[in-house]
């Protein structure tokens, strides 16, 4: 089973400034790695998939890099609307996908 | 555009079968590419995916929940449904429904808040 660890657990930011996710896999996933945001009360949306590709509709302030066991997620200047809590899902032996637990980026 | 919504009581006895049914709307359940998924929330074990289903009614579901899951769909309703059974403490959590394409699950329900208690 692949297990998923993101840290940090929180990252306290203010708007306008960088914030950069990590997301390391237990084994190699290659690319098969999306990012998900979710926001207080909703569910996850999908911000990136195959491990750097935006999803349709997502600001190109947010990128994702990575392979092999270690991924970034990469949001360039936070806005307002991005303070939420970010999950990495492993797909390459889909299914299932592995969550990892989450890092919530919060206002400093 | 696409929405799913997840229907179903809110609260089950410890013991009894939780059951709840996805509604699609602006997309098919019947078409080739998308899998539809059940998975839940909780504080205790975070994003869990329980199970899919293909429009030929073609399932997986995670060893986890082991035989007490059952996931079918009704391509007539464009709606696909969630039966699990013997529920504890431990299933309470918030049930989403999900489209996926093997990418990335790209639509979400809302969620639907599930209780077990007696």
């Known amino acids: 089973e692949i297990v998923l660890t993101q840290s940090p657990a929180t990252l306290s930011l203010s708007p306008g400034e960088r914030a950069t996710l990590s997301c390391r896999a237990s084994?190699?996933?290659?690319?098969?790695l999306a990012w998900y945001q979710q926001k207080v009360g909703q569910a996850p949306r999908v911000l990136i998939y195959?491990?750097?590709n935006r999803a349709t509709g997502i600001p190109a302030r947010f990128s994702g890099s990575g392979s092999g066991t270690n991924f970034t997620l990469t949001i360039s200047t936070l806005e307002p609307e991005d303070f939420a809590i970010y999950y990495c899902?492993?797909?390459?032996?889909?299914?299932?996908?592995?969550f990892g637990q989450g890092t919530k980026v919060d206002i400093k | 555009q696409v929405q799913l919504q997840e229907s179903g009581p809110g609260l089950v006895k410890p013991s009894e079968t939780l059951s709840l049914t996805c509604t699609v709307s602006g997309a098919s359940v019947s078409n080739v590419i998308h899998y539809w998924n059940w998975l839940r929330q909780s504080p205790g074990k975070g994003l869990e995916w329980i199970g899919n289903?293909?429009?030929?009614?073609?399932?997986k579901y995670n060893p986890s929940f082991r035989s007490r899951v059952t996931i079918s769909v009704d391509t007539s309703k464009n709606q696909f449904s969630l039966r699990l059974s013997s529920v504890t403490g431990a299933d309470t959590a918030v049930y989403y429904c999900?489209?996926?394409?093997?990418?990335?699950?790209?639509?979400w329900g809302q969620g639907i808040r599930v209780t077990v208690s007696s």
């Open positions: 999900a489209r996926d394409d093997k990418l990335m699950y790209d639509y």
């Open positions: 195959d491990a750097y």
């Open positions: 084994q190699n996933i290659g690319s098969s």
């Open positions: 899902e492993g797909r390459r032996y889909w299914p299932p996908g592995t």
């Open positions: 289903i293909f429009y030929i009614g073609t399932t």
